[in-house]
């Protein structure tokens, strides 16, 4: 008789679902039913891992893995690395791209948006970027009651889909807005704006299937030319950002 599988549970930050989701998939028409999955902002999915939630594969940035690592919640030297991402900018598909390869220009198209749709900045990587660039460019105030935020960027998306009117924007990751329905990359941050982290999955100290948590992390980390479609760039290209992030 087959011995049934514990379910593999999975807390992933929202800019890794696309290949996170793929695996799982694929892991659930080998075995229905053993593999959980939860997706959200990062300090979202970090807070559930501290309050005790039963998770055996956790994927965040390095510096929130490093933290938990600290509070003896990741076994250490556990880490499998995806990646580098990036923030972005997003149109609605159909809408006019705005230029945002340059301060200037994009200074401009923000100043001139109806709306700016992003990832709270409470708790998402994105929505922090988005704040301190606007800091950067010195128009936070004139902004501000534009700026419409979401629980994730995968929110984020749908609520930029949803919207009908001219010049509206969104800020996330660029994992996410590569993998989103109905919208069009107007592109990366500029290069002196941008703040790459790097993203990890770790294993959790009280994984209860710690071989299958292995196994699923060398999977999703095992293809780098699935991770560099997906949005994905090699961790020693990563620029120093706040542990926070």
Do not use: W
Request: charged share 20%; proline share 5%; hydrophobic share 45%.
């Amino acid at each position: 008789m087959e011995r049934c599988l514990e379910a593999l549970n999975i807390l992933s930050a929202g800019a890794a679902q696309a290949v996170v989701a793929r695996l799982v998939d694929s892991l659930r028409l080998e075995h229905p039913g053993t593999v959980n999955a939860c997706y959200g902002a990062v300090q979202s999915m970090k807070s559930r891992v501290l309050v005790g939630e039963p998770v055996d594969v956790i994927v965040l940035t390095d510096a929130l893995l490093d933290e938990l690592v600290l509070k003896k919640l990741v076994v250490p030297g556990s880490r499998a690395e995806l990646g580098t991402v990036g923030t972005g900018l997003a149109v609605r598909a159909g809408t006019p791209v705005p230029e945002v390869a340059n301060q200037q220009a994009l200074r401009e198209n923000l100043l001139a948006a109806k709306k700016i749709v992003c990832p709270d900045p409470a708790v998402a990587t994105a929505g922090m970027v988005l704040i301190k660039v606007l800091e950067r460019l010195e128009i936070l105030e004139q902004v501000r009651p534009r700026l419409v935020y979401c629980s994730s960027g995968h929110e984020a998306m749908a609520e930029l889909a949803r919207g009908t009117g001219p010049r509206e924007l969104g800020v996330m990751q660029m994992t996410e807005i590569i993998a989103g329905a109905g919208m069009a990359l107007a592109g990366p941050l500029p290069a002196e704006l941008q703040s790459k982290v790097i993203y990890s999955a770790g294993l959790a100290v009280h994984s209860k299937s710690p071989e299958r948590a292995r196994d699923f992390m060398r999977r999703l980390t095992g293809d780098r030319q699935a991770l560099r479609v997906a949005g994905f760039g090699e961790g020693q290209s990563a620029t120093a950002v706040p542990a926070t992030l």
